[in-house]
């Protein structure tokens, strides 16, 4: 399943590359709420709320009353992730609060699964080196990737895998992570970072992967069309 991203800073759709520089800014909303209205699910990541910098809160509720979201960026307790789905999210999505102190926060995790539907619950994991990087991917841990996904996959319905190494690049998500990730838990899988056909989309699917694409829509690689 292709799912489309939308990533808000300072009130407007932005497509970053590794999480860094800004390579596309859009502040017309409408035309993509149009084409994305048909899609199963969508992804809304606040990246300000991600790096302690502000918020896009009214913008999140807004596109959450409209389109159905997997929202993330800066859930960083029970009651925000609460207070997403009571907004009409569909499930969110939580990455830095899950380590604490270079390793995996299974409390907050537990906490979560105890008060949350597990099936509301999707885990982010962030990779840049090899590495889990946190605090919107601007601090590394000694964590792997699998490992974090070996230590939560009790807590949460399915992990979303950014490889921020390719992140916004469009050259292509390295297929060669996949089974190491597939083996790291029984959960769903999603991946993001540098996805830039439909090709590529059609393979990880073979794969049994799900995968969220952002800059090969917004500049045209992948077309989308409008719903009527």
């Not at 292709?2 to 407007?12: E, H, V, Y």
């Not at 709320?49 to 979201?69: H, I, S, T, W, Y």
Request: aromatic share 6%.
């Amino acid at each position: 399943m292709l799912i489309p991203s939308i990533d808000l800073m300072g009130g407007k759709i932005v497509q970053l590359v590794q999480g860094e520089k800004k390579a596309l800014e859009l502040d017309s909303f409408e035309p993509w709420i149009a084409r994305f209205a048909k899609c199963p699910i969508v992804q809304l990541i606040d990246l300000d709320a991600a790096k302690g910098e502000g918020d896009n809160a009214a913008l999140v509720r807004q596109f959450c009353r409209r389109l159905p979201c997997q929202v993330g960026g800066g859930i960083r307790t029970i009651e925000r992730a609460q207070e997403l789905i009571a907004l009409g999210a569909h499930s969110v999505i939580i990455g830095s609060s899950l380590v604490k102190n270079g390793a995996p926060n299974l409390g907050f995790a537990r906490a979560l699964v105890a008060t949350m539907d597990i099936e509301r619950l999707i885990f982010a994991v962030d990779s840049r080196g090899d590495h889990v990087v946190v605090s919107g991917w601007r601090e590394a841990t000694w964590l792997s990737a699998a490992a974090m996904m070996r230590a939560l996959s009790d807590y949460c319905s399915a992990f979303l895998y950014t490889h921020v190494d390719t992140e916004g690049l469009m050259q292509g998500f390295p297929l060669t992570v996949v089974p190491e990730l597939k083996a790291a838990t029984s959960r769903r899988l999603i991946v993001a970072g540098g996805i830039r056909n439909l090709e590529e989309v059609n393979v990880l699917e073979s794969l049994g992967v799900d995968t969220v694409v952002g800059m090969a829509i917004y500049t045209g690689a992948i077309a989308m069309q409008m719903s009527v």
